[in-house]
C-alpha cells in the first residue's frame, strides 16, 4: 500500500507501543481521508507530517464554562485506545483544566504563556453567560473575557459540544447561556467559529475536525449552521438511515414499550426528532460504532440542533415544539418515500 512508505519506525514505534499496527492506521487514514475529500496517501503523508514536525507540534487551548463536562468524557473515552487518541497526544494540549495535572496559579500561568504566544487552536466546551458574568468565573476572571481574549489569538476557534455551539441546556437557565459564536459577536470579534455540536460531543466528529484544520490549514466546508458539512449537513439527517424508518413507512409507531410486537417499531409518538436532525450517528454510530441513541430504544433528541434543548423538551412525548414542527410536516405528507 502507498501509504505505508510514509509512515517512518519512529511514529510506527509509538502507534504500536499503544497496540495499534501500520494496518489499522492506515485503515483510520482511508475512513478520514474519504471525508476530507483527499486521496489515502495524501492525507497519511500529510497527517504524518504534521505528527513529526516536533517544534511544530500545534497547540491545542481547551476552556470549560457553562457545561457539564460530558464533552471532555467524550474526549478522553479510549476503548482500544483509538488511533485517535495517540493523535491527541501528539497534540500539544496546552491546556485542559479536567485533565491536567497542574491546578491554580500554575494554569494561569500556561493559559497567559499560550496566549501570548498565539496560533493554537482554541476548544470550548459549554456555553458562556449571557445574564451576568458571575455565573462562570474562573480564577476571578469572567469566562466569556477569557474566551475573547484566547479566540483574538487563536488559529481557529472549535465550538463544541450542544452548548458550546449553540447554548444548549444553559440557554434554558437562568444563567442565559449563549453559543461561542454569539458572544464572539457581541464583543466583535470576527473569528470564524467552527459548531462541533451533539450532546455530547462526538470524539470522531472532534478530532477529525481538529486533523481537518491540521493537515489541510484550513476551515472545513460548513453547512448553515456552523456544523462541519462532512458530518453534518442536509444530507445527513437520521432519519434517512434508521432502521426503523421501514416501519415509519408502513405507519407502524410504538405507543407501548411492554408490547414485545412493537420492539423495533419507528418511535415517532415517542418523541423522536429524527426527521428534523442533521448528524450522521445513524451511519457511524457511538462508542467506536457499538450503538446510537434510536437503536438502544432511546429517541432522537436532535441533540446536535440549534432547538436543543428547549425546543425538543419534552423528549418522550410529542408536545415539544420540534415535534409538533415534524407532525405538522408529516401531516401534509413531507416524509413520503419519495419525497424525503
Ligand atoms: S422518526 Fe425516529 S425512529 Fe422513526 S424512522 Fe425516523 S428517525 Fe427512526
Ligand atoms: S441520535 Fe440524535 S440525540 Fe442521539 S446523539 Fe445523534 S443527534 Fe443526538
Redesign the pocket.
Known amino acids: 500500500m502507498k501509504g505505508e512508505k510514509i509512515l517512518n519506525d519512529g511514529l510506527m514505534n509509538i502507534f504500536e507501543a499503544h497496540g495499534i499496527n501500520r494496518r489499522d492506521f492506515l485503515k483510520y487514514c482511508a475512513a478520514t481521508a474519504a471525508l476530507f475529500g483527499l486521496s489515502e496517501f495524501e492525507f497519511s503523508s500529510k497527517l504524518a507530517y504534521a505528527l513529526e514536525s516536533g517544534s511544530k507540534k500545534p497547540s491545542v487551548m481547551w476552556l470549560e464554562g457553562l457545561a457539564c463536562a460530558g464533552c471532555t468524557i467524550s474526549l478522553t473515552q479510549s476503548l482500544h485506545p483509538p488511533v485517535s487518541s495517540i493523535i491527541l497526544d501528539k497534540i500539544s494540549l496546552r491546556q485542559h483544566d479536567t485533565i491536567m495535572a497542574a491546578a491554580g496559579h500554575m494554569v494561569e500561568e500556561i493559559h497567559d504563556q499560550t496566549v501570548k504566544e498565539g496560533g493554537y487552536i482554541l476548544i470550548v466546551e459549554g456555553a458562556i453567560p449571557s445574564a451576568d458574568d458571575r455565573f462562570c468565573e474562573i480564577g476571578g476572571r469572567p469566562f466569556r473575557k477569557i474566551v475573547e481574549e484566547a479566540a483574538r489569538k487563536s488559529k481557529a476557534v472549535l465550538a463544541v459540544g450542544a452548548c458550546g455551539a449553540f447554548g444548549g441546556i444553559p440557554r434554558a437557565t437562568p444563567s442565559k447561556g449563549i453559543s461561542v459564536t454569539e458572544s464572539l459577536k457581541k464583543a466583535k470579534i470576527d473569528k470564524p467559529v467552527i459548531n462541533i455540536s451533539t450532546c455530547p460531543v462526538h470524539t470522531d466528529h472532534l478530532v477529525g475536525t481538529i486533523l481537518y484544520v491540521l493537515v489541510t490549514g484550513n476551515i472545513p466546508e460548513l453547512d448553515s449552521n456552523g456544523r462541519p458539512a462532512m458530518y453534518f449537513g442536509d444530507s445527513r439527517l437520521?432519519?434517512d438511515n434508521?432502521?426503523?424508518?421501514?416501519?415509519?413507512?408502513a405507519g407502524e409507531?410504538?405507543n407501548d414499550w411492554n408490547d414485545p410486537r412493537q420492539k423495533d417499531?419507528?418511535?415517532?409518538q415517542?418523541g423522536?426528532?429524527?426527521?428534523m436532525?442533521h448528524s450522521d450517528c445513524?451511519i457511524r454510530r457511538w462508542n467506536d460504532g457499538i450503538n446510537f441513541c434510536?437503536d438502544c430504544g432511546g429517541?432522537?433528541q436532535a441533540c446536535g440542533e440549534p432547538s436543543f434543548y428547549e425546543h425538543v423538551t419534552p423528549l418522550y412525548t410529542v408536545e415539544s415544539e420540534s415535534s409538533k414542527k415534524?407532525m405538522a410536516m408529516k401531516k401534509a405528507g413531507m416524509?413520503t418515500k419519495e419525497e424525503s
Do not use: T
Open positions: 437520521i432519519h434508521c432502521r426503523r424508518r421501514a416501519h415509519f413507512d409507531f410504538l417499531w419507528c418511535l415517532l415517542k423522536c426528532k429524527g426527521p436532525s445513524s434510536i429517541v432522537c415534524i416524509f
